[in-house]
């Protein structure tokens, strides 16, 4: 059974910053391209960031470029999201995917989901 376990989501103040981890089991972790997506209230689930098998290759989404860093441990199974420079429109639910094949910025090209971690940014 696959698992993908998303923590370190809270509440924050406008300005500060969060480390999302994103911990696998269940799978092969270094052969699944990895991504962190989010959804806010009444908005479609959209791409935040994406990270290739080995770790060399990572994408971003514009509004997030400079402020947020994926990364990951393949020795550890674990995916992170660093959240710098929070602003209160980043305020999400915040899920980390895993895809058997070269990153996607497409939800529905993912094979795997988290149950997501809330991120709350107040002004």
């Known amino acids: 059974q696959v698992l993908l376990v998303e923590s370190g989501g809270g509440l924050v103040q406008a300005g500060g910053s969060l480390r999302l981890s994103c911990a696998a089991s269940?799978?092969?972790?270094?052969?699944?391209?990895m991504g962190w997506f989010r959804q806010a209230p009444g908005k479609e689930r959209e791409f935040v960031a994406g990270?290739?098998?080995?770790?060399?290759?990572?994408y971003y989404t514009d509004s997030v470029k400079g402020r947020f860093t994926i990364s990951r441990d393949n020795a550890k199974n674990t995916l992170y999201l660093q959240v710098n420079s929070l602003r209160p429109e980043d305020t999400a639910v915040y899920y980390c995917?895993?895809?058997?094949?070269?990153?996607?910025?497409?939800?529905?090209?993912?094979?795997?989901w988290g149950q997501g971690t809330q991120v709350t940014v107040s002004s």
């Open positions: 990270i290739s098998i080995d770790g060399g290759s990572t």
């Open positions: 995917a895993a895809r058997n094949a070269w990153y996607s910025r497409q939800v529905r090209d993912y094979n795997y």
């Open positions: 269940g799978l092969t972790f270094s052969s699944y391209a």
